[in-house]
């Protein structure tokens, strides 16, 4: 697929984001990833089911990514999926019960509301433990930093966590997009892309006022 730019909102001042979300949308953005932080599974907290809801009801075509840095998120997909939200991105680290049966089960919970379901992963855990879930899962996402607060340097183990599942998905030509959260800068976005990442979760690197914001997105979406 060709590589897509979701761009973090938690980086901006809210007090100016309905000002930032007009400029996203003008330079072509589509993809807008939403921090939800609980303060239980991340030392943290990060917006509501209210926002996302706000987002949608001006901004409809934005695809709303809802990345839920809560404990036991599956009590959270009912809410999100009536506010508007397009795809709910959740922690394998942050369900109790990690049966394989759970984890389906929540999967499937997720995809019948039209939701689309993301795993994602810690950057010290394993992507093997995605293995079991890949064919029915639309996307995964490895963070690149510890999960709960931004502008952390890049953990470059998450450089074999994105080869092994891009490699995993040619080799069983599966259809999930491999998405990367974190450390996204200039020395490093474009490994990001070889190694096997599709969707990239920027902030900081497009909230720079000496750089352009078309530019900026543009340097992610071309090809290598």
């Not at 990367?180 to 497009?206: H, M, Q």
Request: glycine share 6%.
């Amino acid at each position: 697929m060709k590589t897509k730019v979701a761009v973090s909102i938690y980086v901006f001042n809210f007090l100016e984001i309905g000002k930032k979300l007009d400029q996203l949308v003008n330079a072509g953005v589509d993809w807008i990833h939403v921090d939800i932080m609980d303060g239980n599974f991340v030392n943290n907290y990060a917006l509501c089911q209210k926002f996302c809801k706000d987002i949608k009801e001006k901004y409809k075509n934005l695809i709303i990514d809802v990345h839920l840095m809560c404990l036991e998120p599956q009590r959270y997909i009912k809410s999100f999926s009536e506010a508007g939200a397009n795809h709910f991105n959740f922690h394998f680290e942050s369900v109790t019960n990690k049966s394989h049966e759970n984890i389906i089960n929540i999967i499937k919970e997720i995809k019948k509301t039209g939701m689309k379901a993301i795993l994602a992963i810690n950057p010290e855990t394993n992507p093997v433990v995605l293995k079991p879930y890949l064919k029915l899962l639309d996307g995964v996402m490895c963070m690149a930093i510890k999960p709960g607060f931004n502008g952390q340097k890049l953990n470059e183990i998450v450089y074999d966590n994105l080869n092994y599942l891009s490699k995993y998905k040619i080799n069983s030509k599966l259809n999930y997009f491999i998405q990367v959260d974190g450390g996204v800068r200039e020395n490093t976005y474009e490994k990001l892309k070889l190694e096997g990442a599709e969707v990239l979760v920027v902030g900081a690197f497009i909230n720079n006022k000496e750089a352009n914001l078309k530019e900026q997105l543009l340097k992610i979406e071309r090809e290598l």
